[in-house]
């Protein structure tokens, strides 16, 4: 495929990455953050104080939660994004193995004709420059799959803040 490089989908893929462990971040410092605030909910149930108290001190942690929930949604929304990314990066990859993997079979077919004049040798060094590409480009397709995997669970986790 014209214009791809592995080199560009792995910087691509590892900036993307950056920005979901940033996420992650983020999620994992609301998800403390509901948690403070649900156990202060359930420590004003048994508070000795008066109940107009406790019906203020709860309006505002139910305040405090929604804006959670809103925050949430929007890193789920975000990570959405980065799973376009993703998404868009595996196809361009998989597109380059489906072109690789025909270019292979054409070239081992060359090397069968000129085996027969003795000359197969000639076309080893492409046969294994494409061996070489498409384990790089199955090992950045199998890392685009699995940080996509980890954004989609992070995207859920985030959505149901």
């Not at 403390?32 to 309006?59: D, H, R, Y």
């Not at 993703?86 to 998989?94: R, S």
């Not at 000359?119 to 061996?131: F, K, N, P, Y």
């Amino acid at each position: 495929m014209a214009g791809f490089s592995i080199e560009k989908s792995k910087q691509k893929i590892t900036e993307v990455k950056r920005g979901v462990e940033e996420k992650k971040g983020r999620l994992e410092d609301l998800e403390s953050a509901k948690q403070e605030a649900l156990s202060v909910m359930t420590e004003l149930s048994g508070a000795n104080i008066s109940e107009e108290a406790k019906e203020k001190s709860i309006t505002v942690l139910k305040e405090e939660l929604g804006e959670i929930s809103e925050q949430g949604q929007e890193i789920s929304d975000q990570l959405g994004e980065d799973l376009k990314e993703y998404e868009t990066e595996i196809q361009e990859i998989q597109e380059v193995r489906d072109s690789n993997e025909k270019e292979l079979k054409n070239v081992e077919d060359k090397k069968a004709i000129l085996s027969e004049i003795k000359m197969g040798g000639l076309m080893d060094s492409a046969i294994q420059e494409l061996q070489n590409e498409e384990r790089q480009l199955s090992e950045l397709n199998q890392a685009a799959i699995e940080a996509r995997k980890e954004s989609e669970d992070l995207a859920k986790r985030a959505a149901n803040l």
